[in-house]
């Protein structure tokens, strides 16, 4: 049945509306089938454990998988697992009612995090670090009794550049966040599809979707102010330099270890003049370099 509209003005709204979400839904599944290519992140009879958090991005992660499974050349398995760590007022029959209404095969691992975290931790002090390690270890557990392959987590390019200047600035490392890893057990493959994800198509997928979203401030952690402070500095970019963070994002997956300073990475100290010339080598001055400092730049106007 088409909508009925009261005025012209209204119908041509609604036609508008329609063509943004039909384009947003393309980008969001070929960024997502871009990096699960790109990193052959899901192979031919894979069981991927999907983690849901109640979080508007494991919700647009598992929607995307499901509709990628139905039009992927290969077959795999999609799991939900939700592991609730017995937070205060964590509302227990969201995830498994929506789950059940997608018909996806799910999980609900039970396992008292939350007061273990508190009684660990003295009042005041960050409690992220234990909880993530208790989280990490009982996902590995579980992935392993439900014979999954895989382990899909939702952070999305955001996230990822968040961690790279998090890392920058407070632990001197040139470091996101993978997109593809064997966990620190090796026993597991964690995969990132929404690493070519920016969170605000998140944001708005949510939305036209209305996932029933768990609130993440159950546990009463404060937010990680240097990471808000992060993420509203990207933000700001993307508003006032359109391009920037997306040319950001593209960096992280074209280095060039020659013009960094890692000597793990690059043997400067066995660099030798081979007397050949090659047209693809490394240059002392790239076109882009300035031949002057910005103080004697001449502006014209
Ligand atoms: S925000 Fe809360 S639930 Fe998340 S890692 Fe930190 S303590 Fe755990």
């Given at each position: 049945m088409s909508a009925v509209f009261d005025t012209p003005d209204e119908a041509k709204k609604a036609e508008k509306a329609a063509y943004e979400i039909n384009k947003l839904s393309k980008r969001l599944h070929r960024l997502a089938g871009q990096a699960i290519t790109d990193f052959n992140m899901i192979e031919e009879g894979d069981k991927v454990m999907v983690c849901m958090s109640g979080g508007k991005d494991s919700y647009a992660m598992l929607d995307i998988l499901l509709n990628l499974q139905q039009r992927a050349p290969i077959r795999f398995e999609l799991v939900a697992v939700n592991l609730?760590?017995?937070?205060?007022?964590?509302?227990?029959h969201v995830l498994p009612e929506y789950l059940t209404s997608r018909g996806v095969p799910f999980h609900i691992e039970n396992q008292d995090t939350y007061s273990i975290v508190k009684r660990v931790i003295p009042e005041?002090?960050?409690?992220c670090g234990l909880c993530s390690r208790l989280r990490r270890g009982i996902l590995y557990r579980v992935a392993g009794e439900l014979g999954c392959t895989k382990i899909a987590l939702g952070h999305h390019r955001d996230d990822i550049l968040q961690t790279l200047f998090m890392n920058m600035f407070f632990g001197s490392k040139l470091k996101g966040m993978p997109a593809k890893l064997v966990s620190d057990d090796g026993r597991n493959v964690v995969i990132r599809p929404?690493?070519?994800?920016?969170e605000a198509d998140l944001e708005r997928w949510a939305e036209h979707r209305q996932f029933p979203i768990i609130p993440c401030t159950l546990c009463g952690s404060q937010d990680n102010l240097q990471r808000v402070q992060i993420s509203q500095m990207l933000r700001d970019w993307d508003k006032r330099f359109p391009g920037r963070v997306d040319n950001l994002f593209s960096a992280l997956g074209n280095i060039v270890p020659s013009h960094l300073m890692d000597r793990n990475l690059f043997p400067f100290a066995s660099l030798k003049a081979t007397g050949v010339p090659d047209p693809q080598g490394d240059r002392a001055?790239?076109?882009?370099?300035?031949?002057?400092?910005?103080?004697v730049i001449t502006i014209q106007r």
């Open positions: 609730d760590q017995k937070q205060p007022g964590f509302p227990e005041g002090k960050t409690t929404l690493a070519y994800v920016p001055f790239d076109e882009d370099d300035d031949c002057a400092p910005p103080s």
